[in-house]
Structures are given as structure tokens and as C-alpha cells.
């Protein structure tokens, strides 16, 4: 005689509460360090924007000056970068919330132990060729990405602090062109992961994105 047994095992997610509030979070927040980023450096370029502004106002105001003009767009252009300090904080946050969810997740769900089991796939068992470089490629990838977060969050913190650290004027001009470089090849990155999830979920691998929102 056989008896029915109900699986009580619980059920893992591929991806953690944790990692998906990272995940949607980060896409949220550098979405918006951009948009700042490229209001400042288009509608509220002073050399552009300033004639704009001191022709609408002279029409009531014919005393109203050029330098005044840069001034009012200047305001602007610092309430503007004062959301995009904002998102940087919570750029770093999210860092430190990504670092510690690799830290303290389980085993089977860390970055660094998917990256290793790819790796050795890849130098032993030698699967077919075309799969094992798309999969080693997609995970460098994202080490590549994490490594340019890093970059940001250091050099976009040693920014926001720079009153307080005190660095040299050669030394705060590097920091700035490298915390500024980096947001090309993250949108670079960015490009190729949607490109990616969208060829993905025509193919062989449905239900990525689903998996991002529900954890798989």
C-alpha cells in the first residue's frame, strides 16, 4: 500500500526579495542621474539657455541684463544637480545593499560562486562553444558594470564631500573626468542588457524579466 506524501520543502527563488529590489532600484536611480545629467548639459547650458531666457524677459523687464540671465539659469542648474547628488546617495546605498546581499545570501545565489561555476564550465568541460563564450561573456558583463558602480559611487562621494576631504584642484579635476567617463560605458551596459533581455525572452530563455519581478 502506498501513501501520498505532500513535498513540504520550501521553495527557493533564483532571485532574492533583496536582489530585486537592488535590480529595480538601481534602474530607477541611474535612469534619473542621467535624465539630470542631460537636462543640465542640454536645456539648462547656460551659454545656450541664457539668450533664451533674457529675450523672454525683456519683453516686460528691457532692463533685464545677459549676466542676470546666467545667473537665474545658473540657480537652475544647481537645484538640478542637487537631485542628482540626491540619486547618487542612492546609487551608494544600493552599493552597499548589493555587497551585502553577495555577502550574506545563499550560496547558490552569489554572483562571485555563478561566475566560478561558468568559469570552470568553461575551461573543462568545454561545452558547446558558442554557449559557454555567451555565457562567460554575459557574466563578465556584469563584473565590468559592477566595477564601473564602484568607480561612480567612490568618485561621485569624494564630489559631494569635497569641502570636507579638501582635495587638490588637479586631483578634484581627475575625480570629476573619471566619475563623468564612467556614465558612458554604463550606458553602454545599459544598451546591451536590454538588448539582451529582449533577444532572450524571444529565444531560449522566457520569462527573465517576470523572474525579476516575482524571483523565478
Known amino acids: 500500500m502506498t501513501t501520498n506524501q505532500t513535498d513540504t520543502t520550501p521553495h527557493i527563488k533564483h532571485n532574492s526579495a533583496a536582489l530585486r529590489f537592488w535590480h529595480w532600484g538601481n534602474a530607477i536611480v541611474i535612469s534619473g542621474s542621467l535624465i539630470t545629467v ?49 540619486f547618487g546617495y542612492g546609487l551608494a546605498a544600493l552599493l552597499l545593499l548589493r555587497i551585502l546581499t553577495e555577502l550574506f545570501d545563499i550560496t547558490d545565489r552569489k554572483f562571485i560562486n555563478g561566475f566560478k561555476k561558468i568559469w570552470h564550465q568553461f575551461k573543462t568541460t568545454k561545452k558547446e562553444g558558442q554557449t559557454a563564450w555567451h555565457d562567460l561573456a554575459v557574466k563578465s558583463l556584469y563584473v565590468v558594470f559592477y566595477l564601473l558602480l564602484v568607480i561612480m559611487v567612490v568618485t561621485g562621494l569624494c564630489l559631494a564631500f569635497d569641502d570636507t576631504l579638501n582635495f587638490p584642484k588637479s586631483l578634484q579635476h581627475s575625480i570629476k573626468s573619471v566619475h563623468g567617463f564612467c556614465m558612458y560605458p554604463i550606458l553602454g551596459f545599459i544598451v546591451i542588457h536590454l538588448a539582451g533581455v529582449f533577444l532572450a525572452e524571444r529565444k531560449d530563455a522566457k520569462g527573465i524579466v517576470s523572474d525579476m519581478i516575482n524571483g523565478g
Open 38 to 86: 542631460f537636462i543640465n548639459s542640454t536645456v539648462l547650458k547656460p551659454r545656450k539657455s541664457a539668450p533664451v531666457v533674457l529675450a523672454e524677459i525683456q519683453k516686460d523687464n528691457p532692463g533685464f541684463t545677459l549676466d542676470q540671465a546666467r545667473s537665474a539659469v545658473g540657480v537652475l542648474e544647481d537645484k538640478v544637480w542637487d537631485f542628482h547628488v540626491y
